[in-house]
């Protein structure tokens, strides 16, 4: 299924952390916290001014970002648990 979000949305598919410390332990699935790193799956159109001219989004499909740990809203498509989230949870682009 193609998903294209409206607006200033963008949808994220969220990396996975580090399964061991910096110090070699091994960190059990149930003490991970959910990683604040994603992948931008789909980009919208961008948001509009009060002129209804059409604001350009700052972050295209395929760029790694960072996101603030409540950011967004799980949804699954195609049974791939996404993200969901405006341009400005967006913390900046990992380069």
């Known amino acids: 299924m193609a998903f294209t979000p409206l607006h200033d949305r963008v949808v994220v598919r969220r990396l996975e ?3 061991k410390t910096a110090g070699g332990l091994i960190i059990p699935d149930t003490a991970k916290e959910k ?3 994603g992948e931008i799956v789909a980009v919208g159109a961008g948001a509009r001014d009060e002129a209804g001219n059409r604001i350009a ?3 295209k499909a395929g760029d790694k970002i960072l996101f603030g740990k409540w950011s967004g809203t799980e949804i ?3 049974g791939e648990e996404l993200l969901i989230m405006k341009e400005n949870d967006i913390l900046g682009i990992i380069a």
């Open 35 to 37: 990683p604040s790193e």
């Open 17 to 19: 952390s580090e399964e």
């Open 76 to 78: 699954t498509i195609d």
């Open 57 to 59: 989004m700052d972050v």
